[in-house]
Each structure stands twice: as C-alpha cells, then as structure tokens.
T-cell receptor, first 113, second 112 residues
C-alpha cells in the first residue's frame, strides 16, 4: 500500500523565520511528487518534482526531491502571515493497480506576526 | 477507521456512456468534495456539499451531477461521458467547510 508521511503535522513560527516541511513516501512505481498549499479554498498547486536533486523555486518557496532516500522538502524563507496554510504533499504512482495520487495528512503552518 | 473510500479505482468508458463514482467517509464529517486532477493543472473543484442535503457547484461543474445521499456518502455522476472527462477524480471530506480536507485514493477514469 502506498504511503506518504508528512512532518511536522503542525508548526508555529514568527514572521521572517525560515521553515522546512518534510514529506517521505513509499510507493510502487513512483512517477512524481507534488506540493499543494491549502488555504480556505481548494488546494492550489505549488510544485511537481520528478527528478532527484533538482531544486524547483518560486519566489520564497523552494522544493527538492531525493529519490534515493524517498523524501522531499519544501522550504519557505522570510515567512509572511499569508504563508499560513496547510501544505499537502502527494505522490503520483503508475501501474501496480493503484494508479493515482496518494496524499499525506498535511502540515498545518501558522505564521505569527 | 477507513477514512475516505472511493469506488471504483479505475474505469474505462465509451463516449456517451454514464456512470457514478462513489465516495464514502467514516469520520462523521459534514462537508464533502469532488475534485478532478489533470496533469499540470492541480486539483480543480467540481462540486462540494457543505452539509447533508446541500450541494454547490465548484470551478468545473459542467457535465457532472452530484448527490449527497446521507452524511457518509457523496456520489458524482457523469450522464454522458466525454473524452475531456478523462481524469483522476478525488473525493475529500472535512469536519466543516473549508477546514482540513482528507482525500480518498482517487478514481482514474478513461473515456474513449
């Protein structure tokens, strides 16, 4: 059974801090790993990672995948209150009768002013 | 406690056929959602149900109908499937609307 584990489950930091969110996975026939930001609406897409060691960057957010150790991290630098959200990690697999996305439980990030 | 379950896991339809995707949750959640996931587009909300007996359109409702059968179950129906509806469909639930959503394993639908 495919499994995605995110840590920590919740995190409270002050504005301006840097945070690192973790996602580890065990899936059959890995295809890609995706990060989403979930605020008070449907989750919004952040990154899709398919190759190891290649950092994807968007503003203050960046993410990298390690396919050998089976994990990914999402970094947010100079955090702002608008970064407060639940960050979801999902892994896409193919074949093995279990095609689709497996979601982690999410990390609830709270940025205090 | 199974969380959110979806059936079937995989389905192939011909254009014009109809089918119903089933979703059930055992967490006593009030709100339930149907999304579709297309490559490079992220999740898009099709319909949601804030509470038993209510349903509302999301971002991409055309071609779909939903039914909140009871608090546990929320089904998605395609009356006349089209190739553009080839996608992976996710059901989710949350205790109340817009709070943390828990996702099912997904249904991969191929419309030929």
């Amino acid at each position: 059974e495919d499994k995605v584990v995110q840590s920590p489950l919740s995190l409270v930091v002050h504005e301006g801090d840097t945070v690192t969110l973790n996602c580890s996975y065990e899936v059959t026939n890995f295809r890609s790993l995706l990060w989403y930001k979930q605020e008070k609406k449907a989750p919004t897409f952040l990154f899709m990672l398919t190759s190891s060691g290649i950092e994807k960057k968007s503003g203050r957010l960046s993410s990298i995948l390690d396919k050998k150790e089976l994990f990914s991290i999402l970094n947010i630098t100079a955090t702002q209150t608008g970064d407060s959200a639940i960050y979801l990690c999902a892994v896409e697999s193919s074949g093995g009768g279990a095609d689709g996305l497996t979601f982690g439980k999410g990390t609830h990030l709270i940025i205090q002013p | 406690n199974a969380g959110v379950t979806q059936t079937p896991k995989f389905q192939v339809l011909k254009t014009g056929q109809s089918m119903t995707l089933q979703c059930a949750q055992d967490m006593n959640h009030n709100s339930m959602y149907w999304y579709r996931q297309d490559p490079g587009m992220g999740l898009r909300l099709i319909y949601y149900s804030a509470s038993e007996g209510t349903t509302d359109k999301g971002e991409v409702p055309n071609g779909y109908n939903v039914s909140r059968l009871n608090k546990r179950e929320f089904s998605l129906r395609l009356e006349s499937a089209a190739p553009s509806q080839t996608s992976v469909y996710f059901c989710a639930s949350s205790e109340v609307r817009l709070e943390t959503q828990y996702f099912g394993p997904g249904t991969r639908l191929l419309v030929l």
